[in-house]
Nanobody, 120 residues
Framework: VQLQAYGGGLVQAGDSLRLSCAAS????????MAWFRQAPGKEHEFVAG???????YYADSVKGRFTLSRDNIKKAVYLQLNSLKPEDTAVYYC???????????????WGQGTQVTVSS
């Protein structure tokens, strides 16, 4: 499966963004999908995941501010980012796998990343 992430941008603290990840391939519905982010000099950080059956999980740092959803017909996942903070600044990546994991190493397919920059 190929993934394409988009929707990042430069916003101010408190603003919102909606990231999208579009997938190609016929078997999207069986994949667990996740968003990771990577700030300069840091490792990939799990942000949110939505498993094939629809359950969602969030990192504590984004819980209550970010919302992840999926549309299996459109083969896409959407990450709504609200109440953005400067510490949310990073490149955001979507990933697909059959893993239900918080670990980046467990995901086989990755999008190209989209930059989110939050100014204070």
């Amino acid at each position: 499966v190929q993934l394409q992430a988009y929707g990042g941008g430069l916003v101010q603290a408190g603003d919102s963004l909606r990231l999208s990840c579009a997938a190609s391939g016929r078997t999207f519905s069986i994949f667990d999908m996740a968003w990771f982010r990577q700030a300069p000099g840091k490792e990939h950080e799990f942000v949110a995941g939505i498993w094939w059956h629809g359950a969602t999980y969030y990192a504590d740092s984004v819980k209550g501010r970010f919302t992840l959803s999926r549309d299996n017909i459109k083969k896409a996942v959407y990450l709504q980012l609200n109440s953005l903070k400067p510490e949310d600044t990073a490149v955001y990546y979507c990933a697909a796998g059959q893993t239900q994991s918080y670990l980046a190493s467990q995901y086989k397919y990755w999008g190209q990343g989209t930059q989110v920059t939050v100014s204070s």
